[in-house]
């Protein structure tokens, strides 16, 4: 089944799909941690304004899927709360967010992007593992379900 979608940037009508496409696999698998919730009840706050990004697929005029880019620094990006609700999963849209969102990290100047995710989420690490992420030591225990840490050191343009 192959569907037509389109990928778009994060506008606050859309603050809402963002935080009910995160609660469905993270409430599938675990329970949603006091840094989810905050994440979630402000993307604007906690992404767009801090100097992240948030990119959306769109299939049918609905929204499917996300993929955020939270700045840690001036060089140095998250990849984080990615998800695709299960009816569209497998059908590329992660990997195209994906690769918009490592474009906008680019373009942000980002050198470095780092993710925190837990293994018992194969597909994801498996995408990840596919744009060039590696596994490094666990960096962060900012989420008690994280288990594995991944990077991905950008090539410098200038």
Known sequence: MQKNFDLVDFSPEYAEAFKELNLEWIEEYFEPENIDLMMLSDPQKMFIDSGGAI??????????????????????YEISKMAVTSAYQGLGLGKAMMDRTLKIASDLGATRLEIMSNT???????????????????????????????????????
């Not at 990119?55 to 140095?76: E, M, S, W, Y």
């Not at 994801?124 to 989420?143: M, R």
């Open 55 to 76: 990119v959306f697929a769109i299939v049918d005029n609905d929204i499917v899927g996300c993929c955020g880019l939270l700045k840690h620094n001036k060089t140095t």
């Open 120 to 158: 018992i989420l194969s597909p994801a690490i498996n995408l990840y593992k596919s744009v060039g992420f590696v596994e490094i030591p666990l960096t962060s225990d900012a989420y008690d379900r994280g288990n594995i840490s991944l990077r991905l050191d950008l090539a410098r343009t200038d």
